[in-house]
């Protein structure tokens, strides 16, 4: 793949933000019947036999060295679970648009450690573009008149989410040099449970037991673990492996504009002038942002 066909490298981390879009969505539903530690842990129990099929039937399944075990475990550690726990407890106490613009702020931590430890580039024009995307999610949130007041333990759980998540793209980007994307996202997501487990255990396992399961109930779970756990992170992850940390990580921009269109077709939100103007201009970020750097790397 080269530059003169940037879209191709450009659609896999799209696709990732539209999936990570409809999971504000699919939380809202599925906390109609389940407890965020709950839904955690059917969310990886459905997609780690997922990830270890699909990656043994394509034989991309590395084995792990001894000495980097302990990677993968702290991998594991940020995300999924603490990123999980932050996202699952913070988004039932807040808005989906609101939580999205949250994680929209993972761009503006990125680029401190890509730069300092990995040396990543980051020029002004991509602050510029980050910070005019930053405005124009301001502007979202202005326009959104439903949205309700917000839980201070709320907004520091989706704040924990978002640091867990930079603290993720570091360890990635040390190990995609030597494992493929499926061997990182599998390991991954199995140290993440073994995290949960525990957690689970005290806090929601006599809740779970004692609860009449539908298939119905499980339909949001199901949609959370095949395309928000399984090919999100895999897309993501091979993105990073790419196109770098800190460019990978700016397109989580998009999250809260993907969730704001969802959310008008699904939940049928009310968009006003200034909802679809912080749209335009997040949109106008981004590519300031990426038209910049592919003119100076082109």
Same mark, same amino acid.
């Given at each position: 793949m080269n530059d003169r066909r940037p879209i191709y490298k450009y659609l896999p981390?799209?696709?990732a933000m539209v999936f990570w879009s409809f999971s504000f969505i699919w939380y809202k539903q599925v906390f109609e019947y389940y407890r965020p530690v709950?839904?955690? =842990?059917?969310r990886l129990v459905i997609a780690i036999p997922l990830l270890f099929i699909l990656s043994l039937v394509l034989g991309m399944l590395q084995k792990i060295h001894p000495g980097i075990v302990?990677?993968?475990v702290l991998l594991g550690f940020f995300e999924p679970f603490l990123y999980f726990m932050g996202e699952c407890y913070g988004m039932n106490l807040i808005s989906?648009?609101?939580g999205a613009i949250i994680i929209s702020l993972i761009p503006l931590m990125a680029p401190i450690p890509a730069r300092y430890l990995f040396r990543e580039k980051f020029s002004m024009a991509n602050y510029i573009g980050l910070f005019i995307s930053l405005a124009g999610l301001i502007l979202v949130v202005s326009g959104d008149r439903g949205t309700k007041p917000v839980a201070i333990a709320g907004v520091?759980?989706?704040?924990? !989410?978002? =640091?867990? !998540?930079v603290c993720h793209s570091v360890i990635v980007r040390k190990l995609a040099s030597r494992y493929n994307t499926f061997t990182i996202v599998t390991y991954?997501?199995?140290?993440?449970? !073994?995290?949960i487990i525990p957690v689970f255990g005290y806090t929601d396992f006599h809740y779970f037991i004692r609860q009449h399961h539908t298939f119905a109930m499980?339909?949001?779970?199901?949609?959370?673990a095949v395309f928000a756990s399984t090919? !999100?992170?895999?897309?993501?992850?091979?993105?990073?492996?790419n196109l770098g940390m800190a460019k990978t990580n700016v397109f989580v921009n998009l999250i809260p504009v993907f969730t704001a269109i969802l959310s008008f077709f699904i939940i049928h939100e009310k968009f006003g002038i200034l909802k679809t103007g912080g749209i335009l201009v997040v949109v106008s970020g981004l590519i300031f942002s990426q038209v910049h750097r592919n003119r100076k790397t082109g």
């Open positions: 981390v799209i696709l709950t839904v955690i =842990v059917l302990k990677c993968f989906p648009s609101l520091f759980l989706m704040l924990l !989410a978002a =640091v867990s !998540a991954q997501s199995l140290f993440g449970l !073994a995290f499980m339909i949001p779970v199901i949609k959370l090919i !999100a992170f895999l897309l993501f992850v091979y993105s990073i492996s």
